[in-house]
Nanobody, 119 residues
Framework: QVQLVESGGGLVQPGGSLRLSCTASGILSSIFSMGWYRQAPGKQRELVAAITGGGSTNYAESVKGRFTLSRDNAKNTLYLQMNSLQPEDTAVYYC?????????????WGRGTQVTVSS
């Protein structure tokens, strides 16, 4: 099992910044990708950014140039630095880990952290 715990959400004004953290614990072997998804009210959950074990990153077009992924392997922690936040970034942000289990991809999710961008 893998446990993911997010922190760092909150209320911020447009143009502001936040940093989200996701700390992973449990059996982390075979995790090949970690990332952040978000879900706004009435919308489907969407990928924000992800990073593979080899360090390759993938960002949603809407956040490129504003959001940055980083990780601290010693702490099993993934970070999402979010700059120039806009009201449309308001959503619950979920940490995700993908694990290869006998050829099947298993998704693990955190409980989510609310990000609200409003003046």
């Amino acid at each position: 099992q893998v446990q993911l715990v997010e922190s760092g959400g909150g209320l911020v004004q447009p143009g502001g910044s936040l940093r989200l953290s996701c700390t992973a614990s449990g059996i982390l072997s075979s995790i090949f990708s970690m990332g952040w998804y978000r879900q706004a009210p009435g919308k489907q959950r969407e990928l924000v950014a992800a990073i593979t074990g080899g360090g390759s990153t993938n960002y949603a077009e809407s956040v490129k140039g504003r959001f940055t992924l980083s990780r601290d392997n010693a702490k099993n922690t993934l970070y999402l630095q979010m700059n120039s936040l806009q009201p449309e970034d308001t959503a619950v942000y979920y940490c995700n880990g993908k694990k290869n289990a006998a050829g099947t991809v298993v998704d693990y999710w955190g409980r989510g952290t609310q990000v609200t961008v409003s003046s």
